[in-house]
């Protein structure tokens, strides 16, 4: 398709140019005229007598309008679309703290479809990974960003108008940093800075400045959020004991001083005062919190308030937790959540049902901020661009008073990033496997546990016996190869998830039939689990390992992916020893195999027996092993 634009384009022609490639646009005189106009009501666009047009506020929503010409061109010659933004900042929050640290040019990459999805805002997560002048162990070796790097973020994101911002934590959630003993100076327990100290609120002053200064936006999150730990280690000893909520409230009056003395405009996560009002002092969503007027009073009111929620699917719990906030007295905004985090699929089902619920309550009580987060909890194996789906429905709701239909959801997403909405859609059923609850709303990370869970002590075998795993993950694997071939543009997205299938129709019983062919005695039939079946997971395991490799050198830096390598690495491992295991036994080198004969329990609460899925587990040390991993005598 060739266009030609008529009016003042120069600021947004940089933009346009990148976008072209994406569009399969040429710019060329003699092309379908579009003339460029600026409004005041929203966006316009159009096609009449062969001649196009777009309308818009603001810059990016230019680049909606540019998307949605070209796609609607490509189909009709008289078109007319308007559209009226909803909120006022709407966009992702990704974590780039859990080892996975986007590279620029995979950051640029996700700008693009951000931008012809009209999403004006994205905010930069980063606990410890950008650098701070005379602190080199902040994010050392931890793929941090430089100064330059960030700006470089910062400017492309500007061409498309989208708002940049820094997302950073002054208080907890800081164990990557004060991890290192040199700078125990700053540590008053595991995560959570020692405040009240000179250089604790220097340190957090550099902070602040070496976050903000490489963008243009004046805001800044300042965290603070799961800080339960606050004032009970060292800072007890040095200080003796002190609330929570009066040394949270100090540490906060401290930190906005820097802020506004810089001009800068801050947000923090709610979690931490609704939690310290609730009736045992830790319970966020507590239905029955209230905001006594003490702390209403002493909490400073020109901090934003995000309310964090990414799994109620029911309006009424949202517009009850809603008013929770209230009493806080802040502008409130929202953080949803697109659920790829431990796991290495994206839980649509919640996600989707979950997100569509909050914003249109958020619509309804005039919440005018929302984000969609992307957290990648322990390790991150997920893929953020497997959760651009969920993006779009974001984007989407931006854009109408009403529920997007799914029809025009799945059209936008094909249009917007090359890939089907079924395609997106295979990557929940990694997770979504029998024994889940419907639309796998209880969280169950199959895909994860079922890898790394070692095969003779078979942590997760008791509650996933009687499930037919091996059926379902050989289907999905046929239909993830099938989906492949038929949509080259998902192709890189699934590789993985098709290699760990591979894995999985293998693995995911094999414990229950190693215990069982153990309590009888089959020796045949442990010898050739021995010296076929596992060393078979193992060469499933290999490719999938490659794969992944592959896939995270393209998205992300190395640091981090040393993690996953050790991860694959002992499994691997682990098979190996079993398999000698079971052959010492079966040729009499041995007289029994004490882990199998260890009784299987359920690993927690959380599994089928409670209707609460297949199970959970967040962390992989403990996936692996019951036996500790590491041990520290003294946590603070």
């Not at 790829?340 to 994206?346: A, D, K, Q, W």
């Not at 991150?380 to 429905?393: K, R, T, V």
Request: with cysteine; hydrophobic share 40%.
């Amino acid at each position: 398709m060739k266009l030609w634009f008529e009016g003042d384009i120069l600021a947004l022609l940089p933009g346009i140019e990148i976008l072209a490639g994406e569009l399969g646009i040429q710019l060329e005189e003699g092309g379908m005229p579009v003339r460029v106009e600026s409004s005041s009501e929203g966006i316009e666009v159009g096609c009449e007598n062969g001649r196009g047009y777009i309308r818009y506020a603001h810059i990016h929503q230019f680049f909606r309008g540019l998307g949605l010409l070209v796609q609607h061109a490509r189909k009709s010659a008289v078109f007319h679309i308007t559209e009226k933004q909803q909120f006022d900042l709407v966009g992702p929050m990704f974590d780039l703290s859990r080892n996975a640290v986007l590279t620029t040019d995979s950051f640029k990459n996700m700008l693009n479809k951000m931008a012809l999805m009209g999403l004006n805002t994205v905010m930069l997560y980063m606990e410890d990974t950008y650098e701070i002048a005379g602190e080199p162990y902040f994010g050392y070796m931890r793929g941090r960003y430089s100064q330059q790097e960030l700006r470089e973020i910062d400017d492309y994101a500007a061409q498309f108008g989208i708002e940049a911002f820094p997302s950073i934590q002054t208080l907890a959630h800081l164990e990557e940093f004060l991890k290192w003993e040199p700078v125990s100076h700053y540590k008053d327990t595991k995560g959570a800075l020692l405040v009240g100290e000179d250089r604790t609120l220097s340190l957090v002053e550099r902070m602040i400045e070496s976050a903000s200064v490489p963008f243009r936006s004046r805001k800044i999150h300042i965290g603070m959020d799961e800080a339960e730990e606050l004032g009970r280690g060292k800072y007890l000893d040095r200080n003796g004991y002190s609330s929570r909520f009066d040394i949270m409230t100090s540490h906060l009056e401290k930190v906005l001083d820097i802020v506004r003395g810089r001009g800068l405009e801050p947000m923090m996560w709610s979690d931490m005062f609704l939690k310290l009002a609730s009736g045992n002092g830790s319970e966020y969503y507590d239905a029955e919190t209230s905001i006594p007027e003490e702390m209403q009073r002493r909490i400073p009111k020109d901090v934003d308030m995000v309310y964090w929620d990414y799994v109620h699917t029911e309006a009424e719990e949202y517009e009850q937790l809603v008013a929770k906030h209230r009493p806080l007295g802040s502008k409130l905004a929202f953080a949803g959540a697109v659920w790829i985090f431990n796991t290495f699929g994206v839980n649509y089902g919640l996600s989707l049902k979950a997100s569509d619920t909050a914003l249109q309550v958020c619509k309804r009580e005039g919440i005018n901020e929302v984000y969609a987060t992307m957290w990648g909890d322990d390790g991150n194996e997920g893929n953020p661009f497997a959760a651009l789906l969920g993006l779009q429905l974001y984007a989407e709701h931006a854009y109408s008073p009403e529920r997007p239909e799914w029809g025009h959801l799945a059209e936008r997403v094909k249009f917007c990033t090359g890939i089907e909405a079924d395609s997106y859609l295979l990557m929940k059923d990694l997770d979504e496997t029998p024994g889940a609850e419907p639309d796998n709303r209880v969280q169950s990370n199959p895909s994860k546990f079922l890898l790394y869970q070692d095969v003779l002590l078979g942590l997760f075998d008791h509650q996933i016996e009687g499930l037919a795993l091996t059926a379902h993950y050989e289907a999905l694997e046929r239909n993830l190869a099938e989906r492949r071939a038929t949509d080259p543009a998902a192709a890189p997205m699934l590789e993985v998830p098709e290699k760990l299938c591979a894995v999985l129709k293998r693995k995911s019983l094999i414990g229950i039939e190693l215990k069982r062919a153990y309590g009888a005695s089959d020796k045949a039939a442990l010898v050739l689990i021995a010296e076929r079946e596992l060393p078979e997971i193992a060469r499933a395991v290999k490719e999938l390992r490659a794969a992944h490799r592959t896939a995270w050198h393209h998205m992300f830096k190395p640091f981090g992916w040393e993690v996953l390598d050790i991860r694959y690495g002992g499994l691997v491992n682990r098979l190996d020893s079993a398999a000698l295991r079971l052959l010492d036994y079966a040729e009499g080198r041995i007289a029994r195999i004490e882990e199998l004969e260890e009784e299987r329990l359920p690993y927690s609460s959380a599994n089928r027996f409670n209707n609460r899925g297949a199970g959970w587990c967040s962390y992989y040390y403990r996936m692996a092993s019951p036996n500790v991993f590491f041990h520290v005598l003294n946590p603070f």
